[in-house]
């Protein structure tokens, strides 16, 4: 009885969770559509973003604890039960897979600076775009990597890479970096894999690549955050 009273207070905490989480991130949205809509002067618009973001660092704060709790509650609910512990392994390697946790192991870390001859005539074409970061993560991907970041944003499979008009900064689970400044590429998993593909002649070549430095550092401990967005199933469903 203990057991299935343990797996019910799981199963509501997780429902709670996710109910607290989807609100909270609604009511930002909300918040943020209002003073779009509002005719607020610069000024005012400024202090209300810097209060959203002070807002949104409280709510990740309180959902970490959350989740330590919701931690705890599965630990003590699978501590006497061989079948309930082979379903918290799963779910904790689910977690692991789509990035919804922080993540350390070894690999390796592609530092990408701007030449200084970039400030030519040609700015455009010689600035990195969307393209080439998905082309880099795309041969992370095939050469075995099991996380990768990109300035420490997490690459998941619901993450959208995409140039802004003019490609004055690219969007990464929209979050903004510079292509000005220098990129930092994190990979995790086997390093001679890894550092192989990014050192194959030519695989760092590609497009507007040529006009940055590269640098590429082996470690054996390299910490990649969890994504920060929630994941959104609308229309995907499970065939019965």
Known sequence: MKKYISQIAVALVCVILGFLLTYQFKLLNNQEKDMVKNNYNSQDLTSEIEQLKKEKIEYEKKNNETLQQLKKYEEAATSNNDITKELKKQLDDTRLLIGSVDVE????????????????????????????????????????????SINDKRVTIQSGIKSSGGNSFILINDERISPRERITIKAIGNKENLLAAMNFPGALEFQGLPSYDKDIKETDKIKIPKFSKIYKNEYMKPVK
Do not use: C, H, R
């Open 105 to 148: 192991g070894p690999g390796i870390t592609v530092y990408l600076t701007p030449k200084s001859n970039i400030f030519s005539s040609n700015l455009a074409a010689q600035y990195l775009t969307d393209s080439e970061l998905v082309y880099i993560i795309n041969e992370l991907n095939y050469s075995g990597a099991e996380a990768i």
